[in-house]
DNA sequence: CGTGGTTTTCAAAACATTCTGAAACCATGC
DNA sequence: GCATGGTTTCAGAATGTTTTGAAAACCACG
């Protein structure tokens, strides 16, 4: 058997390999497995692939692969492409790596953070001082609001810092993590 | 009617808000919408309930609340407490919000990236330059491992900074979000 | 427009997770 | 030792999520 044929076998198998490490992954940044592995496929391949392509490969219905495709769009970490004298279209994935992660903490911030802190503030209000003749004097309401207050300023730092990490104009995510961790080198 | 009694039942309803809203949060750090629930009741009352009054205030089984605050002192988010005289187990969350950060993010580390790593490392050997004749020159495979070597430095930074925040002795995770977040301020 | 390839939609099925409730278990005091 | 009050376990039920597959919508082109 030729080298070449090897080195293509090899190359599968690790590609399989990580699209399963990959999908793990999908329950830690709020995806389904399925969409996950997409992310993975395109990723490792590093080329555009169609729809075909990717049921192929991943053993999935078309529909399946057509909602997690474009959730995966829609989530900003593929984009479609069209290639010349091809009807299909074909899905490209983000390679900068931190490129991903600040989109991924784009998303859960607007789906997760942003309703919190929409929600901690309501809550707040129903305990607010002017909320009631006694409120303001009540030891438990106190107590409340102080718990209260603690856990809306860390869900407002979290925003803030989200917001950094995620825009353009914000701190260099790899930077910033690269400066820490030598921090701490120095001292462990 | 006075003034406690309509304090009492604000008290109630926003604290049900509170739990509901937390209850919300599940999915993105991990864990059942019961659990998450559970920890919002002990969290926001700031006293120690028992197994009895959890079951009453979320309306469900003894074996789910037996299930979901054993969960909870697994993760350290939850102590168990005695009280004298009384028999039953008594359940107190954390109440410092960071070191509840840090305890969160340090499970997840374990649960989720130590076997990423783990996965990472094992599919970059199955590429490694010795593992095959022309491995080291095919540019396939090269290709492929330059991805694979991107994914993996990014994990390990991840790691790093992840041991770093959830450490006693590393960085305080509060200090450098206010930091992090009045640098922002200056230049918005 | 009509056609053929392509993508999207969506109800039903498969699958996975979570919850219940009753039985088993455990510790304590009598 | 055994009765009492409390906790844990776990098989099955309920619920929630994901996937399928086929039909409908779409769309570029002649």
Same mark, same amino acid.
């Given at each position: 058997?030729?080298?070449?044929?090897?080195?293509?076998?090899?190359? #599968?198998?690790?590609?399989?390999?990580?699209?399963?490490?990959?999908?793990?992954?999908?329950?830690?940044?709020?995806?389904?497995?399925?969409? #996950?592995?997409?992310?993975?496929?395109?990723? =490792?391949? /590093?080329?555009?692939?169609?729809?075909?392509?990717?049921?192929?490969?991943?053993? =999935?219905?078309?529909?399946? #692969?057509?909602?997690?495709?474009?959730?995966?769009?829609?989530?900003?970490?593929?984009?479609?492409?069209?290639?010349?004298?091809?009807?299909?279209?074909?899905?490209?994935?983000?390679?900068d790596v931190w490129a991903?992660l600040r989109? =991924?903490i784009?998303?859960?911030?607007?789906?997760?953070?942003?309703?919190?802190? @929409?929600?901690?503030?309501?809550?707040?209000?129903?305990?607010?001082?002017?909320? /009631?003749?006694?409120? /303001?004097?009540?030891?438990? =309401?106190?107590?409340?609001?102080?718990?209260?207050?603690?856990?809306?300023?860390?869900?407002? @730092?979290?925003?803030?810092l989200?917001?950094q990490a995620s825009s353009p104009g914000g701190v260099d995510l790899d930077d910033a993590a690269r400066a820490l961790a030598?921090?701490?080198?120095?001292?462990?």
């Amino acid at each position: 058997m030729p080298n070449s044929a090897r080195n293509s076998d090899r190359l #599968a198998q690790a590609r399989e390999r990580f699209v399963q490490a990959w999908g793990q992954m999908a329950g830690a940044w709020g995806v389904s497995r399925t969409m #996950a592995e997409a992310h993975a496929l395109l990723y =490792i391949v /590093g080329d555009p692939m169609n729809t075909d392509e990717v049921m192929d490969r991943l053993q =999935i219905s078309r529909g399946n #692969a057509s909602m997690s495709l474009r959730a995966l769009v829609d989530w900003g970490l593929v984009t479609r492409v069209h290639k010349r004298g091809d009807r299909k279209e074909y899905f490209l994935a983000e390679q900068d790596v931190w490129a991903m992660l600040r989109t =991924i903490i784009r998303e859960r911030k607007k789906r997760e953070l942003d309703p919190l802190l @929409v929600s901690l503030h309501e809550t707040r209000d129903l305990t607010a001082s002017g909320a /009631g003749a006694a409120a /303001g004097t009540d030891p438990l =309401i106190k107590q409340h609001n102080a718990r209260l207050d603690a856990m809306l300023e860390f869900a407002t @730092v979290l925003e803030t810092l989200a917001d950094q990490a995620s825009s353009p104009g914000g701190v260099d995510l790899d930077d910033a993590a690269r400066a820490l961790a030598e921090a701490n080198e120095e001292r462990p």
